[in-house]
């Protein structure tokens, strides 16, 4: 294990290596009203490598929201031994669909989830193409990511469920082979404090219920991470810890944390109100940290990451367990 690689913020992970990149690789979704594209990125080297699925978040800028975005993440988890499959959401600027009559627009909230249930029916298909890693791939070992609608995405696939009793379709959309989840920053309940434009622009966000959110999840969440356009509450982006069953929840708070977490959508995003590659490096240290314990038995990354977290003379952030 490497203590000093700085991209990690000091925390301990594995010595990086090469990645490849393959995109777009393009399936056909029956009723998708556009094909779904999808990037894969790998290490060259290594065997029985873990999957995370990378959901994009909702954005204004026209390519983080997309399977371009979010390198600052998705490069660094690669270099440390994971696949990571980044789809785009039908909700995607670059898709030019926010607009347009279609169902769930402008968000796609429903289709998100559905997405990542395609992806992982054909899961050996979006593979295949990628060079050099057929046979290197551990299919049973998923987990999902993902930052604001994104982690709300990831929460679907968790058991979290949009309760709108106008809404006659399937509320369940989780999905079991999703082993943990990472939801950054993600939409919180709808209660007395959630905010008229996001009732009227967003209805679904009125109905958010975690009652049934069984799957094990990391719930990463910034301080300062405030949004009177979704809600006067500070503890809104946090809610799918303090609201889903205990037992197999970790909430990790960040302190000083806006809600791009210092710049995780894209490098140098000027979106980033809260420049911090510090924060951005310790969060994906974190989270490789976690996803490692939680898909491989007996390995004591996260303990290790925890520990070195609360070494450190000013900690960057704060882990509760439920």
Known sequence: MSTSYADAAGLPVSDPTPVVSYSPIVLDVPGRPVPLEIKVSAPVTGTDLPVILLSHGH???????????????ADFW????????????????????????????????????????FILDHLDEVLAPVPGLAGRVDTEKVAAAGHSLGGGTVSLLLGMQVLDPNDPREKDLSDSRIKAGVVIGAPG?????????????????????????QGTALVIAGDEDLNPNFSDRLSYRWDAYTYSPGGNKTLLTFHGAQHLFGGISGYDAV?????????????????????????????KSWDTAVKA??????????????
Do not use: C
């Not at 309940?189 to 209805?203: F, K, M, S, V």
């Open 271 to 299: 979106e980033t109100s809260d420049e911090n590659p510090e924060r951005v490096a310790a969060l994906r240290a974190l989270v490789w940290a976690y996803l490692r314990s939680q898909l491989f038995s007996g390995d």
């Open 78 to 117: 690669t270099a440390h031994g994971f696949v990571v499959v980044q789809p785009t959401h039908l909700d995607s600027t670059v898709l030019g669909l926010r607009e347009q009559d279609l169902p769930d627009a402008p968000i796609f909230w429903r289709d998100r989830a559905l997405d990542m249930h």
């Open 309 to 322: 977290l609360h070494a450190r003379e000013k900690p960057l952030a704060t882990v509760e367990t439920k």
């Open 189 to 213: 309940i709808g209660d007395e404090h959630l905010a008229t434009w996001a009732a009227e622009n967003y209805p679904m966000m009125k109905y958010i219920d975690f009652g049934q959110m």
């Open 59 to 73: 954005g204004r800028t026209n390519f983080l929201s997309s399977l371009r975005g979010y390198g600052p993440l």
